[in-house]
């Protein structure tokens, strides 16, 4: 059974770029959340999509976008990119409704703003 | 969304118990305590979870307090490949998870 998987590994950017970034979720999940993990820092939640919508939001600007498929698998998009969002960027899955249910995190995707 | 708080860092010697304490005095009464680690540059990895009562699985112990405003994980037999940054997180069922600073545990020889 395949975990969370993120694509690409690693990306170079420079200012000003759009970029995307994919997650395909364990098998058996519908839910993705996304965070942002800059360097010495612990993860931030970005956003979470369940049946195709975003259903929770961090305290992100609209420059991050994101969507999901249905068949559960997501995608991330950062507009306009600036220095500040050189992170690893982090897709954990899980399944709603499951009471009290983990979230499984993909390795990332360390990106790179030049 | 309660906070946490957690020592920085940790040193353990290899094969004996760590336990790496969390404060959540502000947690309210659906919130679940969540255990992750990371190993450097590797994303988070699930360790435990709990309520109210105390919890073991394969990983680890989660031991809460009566009034649930700490809880202690607890690595049993501590190994150098447990080595890592512990995150002591609260959340509402489904909800985003909250990552602090975590507690940076070394398992030395």
């Known amino acids: 059974d395949a975990g969370v998987t993120q694509s690409p590994t690693h990306l170079i950017k420079t200012r000003g770029q759009q970029v995307t970034l994919r997650c395909s979720p364990k098998s058996g999940h519908d839910t993705v959340s996304w965070y942002q993990q800059a360097l010495g820092q612990g993860p931030q939640f970005i956003f979470q999509?369940?049946?195709?919508?975003?259903?929770q939001r961090g305290n992100f600007p609209d420059r991050f976008s994101g969507h999901q498929f249905p068949n559960y698998s997501s995608e991330l998009n950062v507009n306009a990119l600036l220095l500040g969002d050189s992170a690893l960027y982090l897709c954990?899955?899980?399944?709603?409704?499951?009471?009290?249910?983990?979230?499984?995190f993909g390795p990332g995707t360390r990106l790179t703003v030049l | 969304d309660a906070k946490t708080t957690q020592p920085t860092s940790m040193d353990c010697a290899e094969g004996r118990a760590a336990n790496l304490p969390c404060n959540h005095s502000?947690?309210?009464?659906?919130?679940?305590v969540y255990w992750y680690r990371q190993i450097h540059s590797q994303g988070p990895q699930y360790i435990i979870h709990?309520?109210?009562n105390n919890e073991t699985n394969e990983m680890a112990s989660l031991i809460i307090t009566e009034d649930r405003k700490s809880s202690t994980l607890i690595l049993p037999h501590a190994t150098l490949r447990d080595t890592a940054v512990y995150y002591c997180?609260?959340?509402?069922?489904?909800?985003?998870?909250?990552f602090g600073q975590g507690t940076e545990l070394s398992v030395k020889p």
């Open positions: 502000t947690i309210s009464g659906n919130e679940y």
């Open positions: 997180i609260v959340r509402v069922d489904g909800g985003k998870l909250i």
């Open positions: 999509y369940y049946e195709e919508e975003e259903r």
């Open positions: 709990g309520l109210k």
């Open positions: 954990a899955s899980s399944w709603l409704q499951v009471t009290d249910n983990e979230q499984f």
